[in-house]
């Protein structure tokens, strides 16, 4: 559920937004960001527009719900780091100012070119750049190996330590979450594997647990649960 967090993160942080959704398609991002908006089930949201498909009306519906939020949304399914900052320049054409925040989901889909992991920690240093150029908070998006030590005592409702990172991409963020969704007890734990300025888990052993309720793409302080 890392591009669920995402998103809900963006929803509420409410700042201006760029989010490059290579990931998910735009019929998927409307049921998910409208079930956070509305509280409506995202599977009465899917259902609604499918249902519709011939006739607008639910797919508008659900648009104007979600029309106040500050996100602006590229689908590119394959971007390239120019694609990227074509992006960006219209987003300032539109707004004349740069995001405050820009989610790529996820490192995996930019277009890059070439073999094996030095591509991913290119478009990390780029992304870097990005960062550094506009002021904004860049999320991205990644992978982690699962279970790759084929460890008995494996568990995947757990978040995964530093080192099981994906294609060695962990130099350049400022700030590493992993995160893992506990589906049998509806519970999301959060580990900050990488902290550059303060104190890291890197083994995630100590994660922030929260709430999380997959229908209505919700998540609470562990406190605040009332379901």
Known sequence: MKSTFALWWAVNMNVPTLYLSADCAPTTALSRSAAMVTGD???SIAE???ALSGSPGA????????????IAWSFDPKPTLDDIWCELDAYVEIHDSYPELIVADNLMDIEVGGEGYEPQTYAMGELHILARTTGACVMVLHHCRENPDGDKNFNPGW???RWHIKNKVDQKPEIILTVAHDKEHDLYRVAAVKVRDGESDEGAKNPIVLRVDPSICQFYPHSDWRG
């Open 159 to 161: 978040p995964p330590p």
């Open 59 to 70: 797919s508008w519906y659900y648009q104007e719900q979600v029309s106040d939020l500050n």
């Open 41 to 43: 089930p995202r599977s």
């Open 48 to 50: 609604a527009i499918d």
